[in-house]
């Protein structure tokens, strides 16, 4: 792709559209209110799925854009677990009945940080206030420094099916750049610890556009990843927002590439782990060929949540914690994102949920417009449109965008059909963009498209 064009788009900040609309656009007008009456009206019928957030690290690492804190000692980690059990009852309670559960994530922060103890007692309290299916998958998300061996058996035995492992980088100048030195050996170990405790699916998280970080430092970062045979890659490009994130001040700005030489380092990752067997998903995963993301794919069945590419097709998602989101039926939820704050609305009895976002029949167009660009890379925008009951023509006539992503051969647009170029896989958020009505001019709220 010529390097114009992806300085043109790729340095535009757009959303990474793991929602739609995307969180930014949330507001107070849907509140715990508005919450309550859309869980009283939940399916008990269908499977749910439930996101937990515990919101600690050890450290924090200078390019984290995670809602997370330093937890220095064990006080501030048992407080919020006691307001978080009592979340966990007042939501089942608002329900009626037991939710089915079909999909546990823990997210973060580093949610192991709880210790063995705690965490098997939150898991057996969430399978008693809700009624987990038989194939319900439970994942988490792990930092390898911080793993041992009890940890590791406490999750096999509570039916942990899959750990995502960060990994980032193995070059230690990157490394020390972003606060986080971690070698192969303690990501080997964590790995051996998992596999032990017969966790059956390891994910491991790597990163491009980090602070000093080369072409050939990702190449040798993912060869040396590639030889643990994690089942599932995800590849994220750093973001990097100081006004939003005040820690990643502490990155050198003069450190980080550019547009060009970010999608440089992105597409020699992917071409070493595509080349060691792996399936190309969506724009940032990888999987094994049998693994069941690659089979979502080639069945059309792929979905994009705030966790990334998904089998997930759950209706409604059960956000628990500080800063959790949730997706109802109805639209989305987000809780106080201050862990001090969603203490107090908890301790006083109310749902900690302040903002949100109450979908239109026009926004769910939207949003499965954009997954299916997201996801397939290719959209039939008349088809869809068709099915929710819209013309296409107000979508596609009069998209400047849209006319322009074409002009310079971005994608391809045959009657509606949009297909993206294959050199322009990098760019999907600038094409998901042509199909969002609320997408800011600034930007100020997202990080580079590229």
Known sequence: MQSALIEKYGDERLPRYTSYPTSPCFSPNVDDSTYENWLSAVSLEKAASLYVHIPFCPSICWYCGCHTTNARNSRPIVDYLRMLREEVRLVSARTGAPVRIDHLHFGGGTPTTIGPKKMFELIELLHKQFEFTGSAQIALEIDPRTLDQEMATV????????????????????????????????????????????????????????????????????????????????????????????????????????????????????????????RRIGIDHFARPHDSLATAQTDGQLHRNFQGYTTDACEALIGLGSSAIGRMPGGYVQNEVLPNRYGKRIASGRLATTKGWRLSAEDRLRASIIERLMCDLQVDVPALAVTYGFDPHALLNGNPRLSMLESDGIIENAGGIIRLREDGRFLIRAVAAAFDAYVRESGRHYSKTA
Request: glycine share 4%.
């Open 155 to 278: 999750l096999g035995e509570v039916g942990v099916h899959r750990a995502s492992i960060g990994v980032q980088t193995f070059d230690p100048t990157v490394q020390r750049a972003i606060n986080r030195t971690q070698s192969k050996e303690q990501t080997m170990e964590a790995v051996f610890k998992l596999r032990r405790a017969r966790i059956a699916s390891i994910n491991f998280d790597l990163m491009y556009g980090l602070p000093n970080q080369t072409v050939q430092s990702c190449i040798e970062t993912a060869k040396a990843a590639i030889e643990m045979r994690p089942d599932r890659f995800a590849v994220f490009g750093y973001a990097h927002v100081p006004s939003f994130k005040k820690h990643q001040r502490l990155i050198d700005e003069a450190a980080l590439a550019n547009a060009q030489s970010r999608i440089s380092q992105a597409k020699a990752i992917s071409e070493h782990l595509v080349a060691a067997g792996y």
